[in-house]
């Protein structure tokens, strides 16, 4: 054991002084967000292509709240096969295999005739953005060293949100376009992308951990080198990493047979049916991260932001499509700024911050839009505070609860469970989103517009005390010191995390 601890000081050691962020790495999370870029511009393309869709295709609202939230549906069964087939065929064959699932989706909305074809190419896309969404985090915190995790690990949420600005401006400028050809193309060349990634992620390594846990340790090792700042870093993450599969750390050996089963199984037993306290802490953490990302009602503003600027007045369709790149762009800022945060400020202050901020702004557009609901006159101080409650909400939200939700549940995990465990955490995260698609717009008739959002800023505050009490910080900790940290005997954590042993104790009864 003071070996161990040994190894893992002499990593963070390293990692403090080490040369910073390893290009290498940083590259290979790059190509991997590639998938999510692709996801965020068929989320902010499909924003705009629902008012051009209802129009051509003659639907209702239920057909295009359907059509807004199957995506997400279809999501949930992804990414519960994704954690499986991750450890199947690897993280990176998996990353190819979501990529062909957005091609044949892209083609598909691009081609659409009719309203059933449509929803089939989005339900397709689903299934690729649940492997996505999954995959492309994982993948991340595999490669990246302790120091630079947060950093590398928020890459695929950055991504997203230069795709969702992406789509908002494919929006703006393809509304020109005759209406029959406008949305279809808007959907449809998400397809080039796609097949590039497709070929393009071929390239990159496959993750290490991933390879010890097969037994492949030369590969691994030599790829090791390759992400690490020098070779003793190298040294140190795969000796790590083999302590934490089970093989002897003074093993040389080029391939070994892996000293426990991967199988889906006993994966499934570990995380559900008897897991360790630590385990169940990391579980409850994950589902709780991935509920409220949505349940606070991001989704609300950025698919329906047109139709919650309408509700503020806003009429014309330019005016409406140029709104959304203004929540696109704010979107981008905060996340790029919290990208470089997340690594320097921690993981818990950036996602307090965060909840605060959206409390604070939920309650303002819940002000704004029942009084310009109610009032008999334009009321210009209500449609300011709707604008800027809509814009403070996305700022806060970027800086804080979307890139921490996506890389905390990637890097807390055992190795042997993350993939399944990140998967557990997606399906919610989609399920959520998919419930908050579908019946925002029949919650906002039956409660008001304005009432909807007070709803979403006290769930927020909810989410706020989940937070505080339940997520440890995990800011520079080595990813096979996790389990340690959410042990509940650890003296680091006992004082800031009593709710836990509340919870803790009540599953065990």
Not at 47 to 55: D, Y
Not at 144 to 163: Q, Y
Not at 222 to 236: C, D, F, G, T
Not at 381 to 401: D, E, H, R
């Amino acid at each position: 054991m003071e070996e161990g601890r040994e190894v893992v000081s002499m990593e963070e050691a390293n990692g403090e002084n080490g040369e910073g962020i390893n290009k290498y790495a940083c590259g290979c999370a790059a190509v991997a967000s590639m998938i999510s870029i692709i996801f965020g511009y068929d989320t902010g393309v499909m924003s705009g292509a629902m008012i051009f869709i209802k129009e051509d295709l003659k639907v209702n609202d239920t057909q295009i709240s359907v059509l807004a939230g199957i995506l997400n549906v279809c999501a949930l069964v992804g990414s519960l096969a994704a954690g499986r087939t991750s450890d199947f065929l690897g993280r990176r064959y998996t990353i190819v295999l979501a990529s062909i699932m957005f091609l044949v989706g892209s083609v598909l909305m691009g081609y659409a005739p009719n309203y059933p074809i449509l929803l089939t190419g989005r339900c397709t896309a689903g299934v690729g953005v649940g492997y996505a969404l999954m995959i492309a985090p994982v993948y991340s915190a595999e490669i990246s060293s302790p120091k630079s995790r947060g950093f590398i690990t928020s890459l695929p949420e950055l991504g997203i949100s230069i795709g969702i600005l992406t789509g908002y401006l494919a929006n703006y400028f393809m509304a020109a376009l005759p209406l029959k050809l406008g949305w279809r193309l808007m959907l449809g060349i998400a397809a080039v992308p796609s097949l590039g990634l497709a070929i393009g992620i071929l390239k990159m390594p496959e993750s290490p951990r991933w390879l010890v846990m097969r037994g492949r340790l030369g590969e691994a090792k030599r790829i090791l080198l390759k992400v690490s700042n020098s070779k003793e870093e190298a040294q140190i993450r795969f000796r790590d990493i083999k302590l934490a599969v089970g093989i002897d750390e003074d093993c040389n050996e080029d391939s070994v047979k892996p000293p426990t089963s991967t199988g889906g199984g006993g994966m499934w037993k570990g995380l559900l049916l008897r897991p360790t306290p630590a385990v169940r802490w990391m579980l409850l953490a994950t589902i709780g991260i991935h509920f409220f990302e949505h349940a606070t009602g991001i989704e609300a503003v950025m698919l329906f932001s047109p139709r919650i600027l309408k509700k503020a007045g806003v009429t014309s369709k330019d005016k409406l499509l140029l709104g959304t790149i203004g929540v696109g762009l704010t979107k981008l800022t905060f996340m790029a700024s919290s990208t470089l945060l997340i690594d320097r400020v921690g993981r818990r202050p950036l996602l307090l911050t965060s909840t605060a901020g959206m409390i604070a702004a939920l309650t303002g557009l819940g002000i704004g839009l029942t009084n310009v609901e109610n009032a008999k006159e334009k009321s210009l101080w209500a449609l300011g505070l709707c604008f800027v409650s809509t814009y403070t909400f996305v700022a806060f939200f970027n800086i804080g609860v979307a890139p921490v939700t996506w890389v905390y549940p990637a890097e807390i995990f055992p190795l042997k469970l993350r993939a399944q465990g990140a998967s557990i955490g997606v399906a919610v995260n989609r399920g959520t989103n998919a419930a908050i698609s579908i019946s925002f717009i029949p919650i906002y008739k039956a409660i008001t517009i304005g009432g909807s959002f007070f709803m979403f800023a006290g769930i927020s505050v909810v989410a706020w005390f989940f937070f505080y009490f339940l997520l440890p910080e995990t800011k520079g900790k080595p990813l096979e010191e996790m389990e340690e940290l959410f042990t509940r005997g650890s003296r680091s954590n006992k004082s800031k995390n009593v709710g836990v042993e509340i919870l803790l104790k009540g599953s065990n009864a």
